[in-house]
């Protein structure tokens, strides 16, 4: 028989992904590997260390470099228009001479596929970065992914620009089942049965809508495909064919705010709800 073909969806979700860094290590620590793995924005960078193999490294970036105001401050925003500064994030500190260096050549050689999910800023739609867009000390995929509209300035590669994935696929499920899926684990930084509102999106899209009116439309709907993609999941769940792992509560943390209590908190609740993943893997 042959074996089922496995997926991991991160999607991200600013600091609230300290929760997947909890699953992540987790995972690690039972020593599953998935044939796939999907990361939206910050979710990008949480599985670049999974497929590293480097447990805690995540952790350290939102628990340590996170509270330093190069990472991300309304500082940055004043002098470059980017609340985050994804240079200093995914070059400064992860490089091969950063202070805490992503391990390129073991992510290069893990045999996983790995998809970051990006939005095309000229025409709203998502771009699917793979594994060969990566390179050593060239984290810009990363970068493209976790650019939050408004807060930052869009990443531009090749000449294109891009923003945050979850403006375009917040939950790739429907992705990871074309690309050939049978079990996909899903980690969300909401709880599992949140339902997204128009209204937060409304003023960002209208600002967006100035420069970059397609994402702006993304932006706008993307409340409903949010909520369709989480009903799918949800469907698929009852059916077998996914898994769905959430917390109970975000412990005061949201995309753009934390709090040293809350960033631990949700880690190690993300490491206790990430034990029911061997089991559905293992079936």
Request: net charge negative.
């Amino acid at each position: 028989m042959n074996k089922q073909k496995t997926a991991i969806i991160d999607v991200g979700g600013g600091f609230r992904g300290v929760y997947a860094a909890g699953v992540l290590d987790r995972v690690m620590d039972m020593g599953i590997a998935f044939d796939h793995c999907y990361g939206v924005s910050a979710g990008s960078a949480n599985l670049s260390s999974y497929l590293s193999g480097q447990p805690g490294r995540t952790y350290r970036f939102y628990s340590v470099f996170s509270a330093r105001k190069e990472y991300a401050s309304p500082g940055n925003f004043m002098k470059e228009h980017n609340f985050a500064n994804l240079d200093y994030v995914y070059g400064t500190l992860s490089n091969s001479d950063g202070e805490y260096p992503l391990d390129y050549p073991a992510l290069r050689d893990n045999p996983a596929q790995f998809t970051v999910v990006a939005m095309d800023a000229l025409t709203g739609e998502a771009k699917y970065f793979d594994k060969s867009d990566i390179h050593q000390d060239d984290y810009s995929v990363m970068k493209a992914s976790s650019s939050v509209p408004v807060a930052n300035q869009p990443y531009v590669i090749d000449g294109v620009p891009y923003y945050d994935g979850g403006m375009a696929d917040p939950i790739p499920v429907s992705k990871a089942l074309v690309d050939g899926a049978d079990k996909v684990v899903i980690v969300l930084t909401r709880q599992r049965d949140y339902e997204r509102s128009p209204k937060p999106d409304v003023l960002p899209a209208r600002i967006l809508s100035r420069t970059y009116p397609k994402a702006a439309e993304s932006l706008q709907n993307r409340y409903d495909l949010y909520n369709s993609e989480l009903e799918l999941a949800h469907r698929l769940e009852e059916a077998g064919k996914v898994l769905i792992v959430a917390p109970d509560d975000l412990c005061g943390l949201n995309t753009l705010n934390r709090s040293q209590e809350g960033i631990e908190r949700m880690y190690r609740k993300g490491y206790a709800n990430a034990a029911v993943i061997a089991d559905f893997v293992e079936e």
